[in-house]
């Protein structure tokens, strides 16, 4: 299976500046048809995951444009610009390249 | 509009069996792909199971064997029946739905339903 690895797990910052989450995958995440399926996942303390971007750096509707992901290959990153008080909670990455769909560990982003 | 209610869970005794369900209303589950995706109390995120529309199924090594995934297009619900419990098997199961394609995860997900193995 594709391990994900995800840095660091644990990211305490400060209300408005920037957040920065590092997802590493042990395989190319680059699929046969050309596109790259890896996709970012936020979940909020006592609720479901919910999707934030997916194909590397397509955001989802609704999702504040304060969030961007980049990336290529095995490397990949989901920023937060200026960091508000509801983006607290745990940060997913998980790809959908190789079977099965793998997940890394998750970032907690809590408010210093 | 979307949304996807899981039921079932509960309190089982290790080897026994359980089934949660996952009923949609604003799309048919029988030609779309539904996933189960479980949250151990605490911990991360494990994708456990998929049912395609044309019917074929797919399951996570860890849970191979034990858990079956099914559908009734007449109840538009998705289940999942576990067999052979245990205590790892402990967590939050969510049910999903793709938008955009099944390799860029899931956009839509249940509130989840809690199963705890434990004696």
């Known amino acids: 299976d594709v391990v994900m690895t995800q840095s660091p797990l644990s990211l305490p910052v400060t209300l408005g500046q920037p957040a920065s989450i590092s997802c590493r995958s042990s395989?190319?995440?680059?699929?046969?048809?050309?596109?790259?399926?890896l996709n970012w996942f936020q979940q909020r303390p006592g609720q479901s995951p919910r999707r934030l971007i997916y194909q590397v750096s397509n955001r989802d509707s609704g999702v504040p444009d304060r969030f961007s992901g980049s990336g290529s290959g095995t490397d990949f990153t989901l920023k937060i610009s200026r960091v508000e008080a509801e983006d607290v909670g745990v940060y997913y990455c998980m790809q959908g390249t190789h079977w099965p769909w793998t997940f890394g560990q998750g970032t907690k982003v809590e408010i210093k | 509009e979307v949304q996807l209610v899981e039921s079932g869970g509960g309190l089982v005794q290790p080897g026994g069996s359980l089934r949660i369900s996952c009923a949609a209303s604003g799309f048919t589950v029988w030609n779309n792909y539904l996933t189960w995706v479980r949250q151990p109390p605490g911990k991360g995120l494990e994708w456990v199971s998929l049912?395609?529309?044309?019917?074929?199924?797919y399951y996570a090594e860890s849970v191979k064997g034990r858990f079956t995934i099914s559908r009734d297009n007449s109840k538009n619900t998705v289940y999942l029946q576990m067999n052979s419990l245990r205590s790892e098997d402990t967590a939050v199961y969510y049910c999903?739905?793709?938008?955009?394609?099944?390799?860029?995860?899931?956009?839509?997900w249940g509130q989840g339903t809690l199963v705890t193995v434990s004696s």
């Open positions: 395989q190319s995440l680059v699929f046969s048809d050309g596109n790259t399926y």
């Open positions: 999903a739905r793709d938008k955009g394609g099944e390799r860029s995860g899931w956009y839509y």
């Open positions: 049912i395609y529309s044309a019917g074929s199924t």
